[in-house]
């Protein structure tokens, strides 16, 4: 089975604070995303990286910062928490940009910034 | 405009009724195409891929309409487990994942 694993389930931040949510996935797959899901706005991607010190923006990047220096791990950073940064974050992984790749997700971690 | 978007729902229906879920994409560069299914306080799951050539999955169908840039799931006979938040997925070019912000089915008895 596939396996993401995400670091937390629940984290609670106090605002200012730098914050490091963890992922790793042991299926070698190239593609690793980073979504923001929040009542009403669905999964908004944060980051995504296609191989191993790639990475690109995707929708709602500002105030986060991504890491992926080995092919399974894959780190998303709050350089300075913010209330508004409380949310669910979803890390999904994909084998590479053929078509029909499906991406498996970690269960969450649910980021509380008091 | 967003990039994937779908009928904002929610949508309630009694056990037994057909329900049709509608998406569309502007990025006419997509490459490929999904239907996941979330449940409540869960992550999301791949129900099926959507081809071009339209299939049928049980009591699902995904359609895809290229020229429209239109994506459909059509739920039959519908079953109180059927319950969840439906999301349509565009692949784009390079393998980005975009997700529409999902629509909610609820099934009474």
């Known amino acids: 089975d596939v396996k993401v694993t995400q670091s937390s389930r629940y984290l609670v931040k106090r605002t200012g604070e730098k914050v490091f949510l963890e992922c790793v996935q042991d299926?070698?797959?190239?593609?690793m995303f980073w979504y923001r899901q929040d009542p009403g706005l669905g999964l908004r991607l944060i980051y995504f990286?296609?191989?191993?010190?790639m990475k690109e923006k995707g929708d709602i990047p500002e105030g986060y910062s991504v890491s992926r220096e080995k092919k399974e791990r894959f780190s998303l950073i709050l350089e300075s928490a913010s209330t508004n940064q409380t949310s669910m974050y979803l890390c999904?992984?994909?084998w590479g940009a053929g078509a029909n790749t499906e991406a498996f997700f970690g269960q969450g971690t649910r980021l509380t910034v008091v | 405009r967003k990039e994937v978007e779908q009928d904002p729902g929610p949508f309630n229906v009694p056990e037994g009724a057909t329900v049709a879920f509608n998406c569309t994409y502007s990025?006419?560069?997509?490459?490929?195409f999904f239907w996941y299914r979330q449940d409540c306080r869960k992550e999301p799951k791949l129900l099926m891929s959507?081809?071009?050539s339209g299939n049928e999955d049980g009591r699902f169908t995904a359609q895809l309409n290229r020229a429209s840039q239109y994506i459909s799931l059509l739920i039959r006979d519908s079953k109180l487990s059927d319950s969840a938040t439906y999301l349509c997925?565009?692949?784009?070019?390079?393998?980005?994942?975009?997700f529409g912000q999902g629509t909610e089915l609820s099934v009474k008895p």
């Open positions: 990286s296609y191989d191993v010190k």
């Open positions: 997925v565009v692949n784009n070019q390079g393998g980005k994942l975009i």
């Open positions: 990025n006419s560069a997509s490459q490929s």
């Open positions: 999904a992984s994909s």
């Open positions: 959507v081809y071009s």
């Open positions: 299926m070698d797959h190239e593609n």
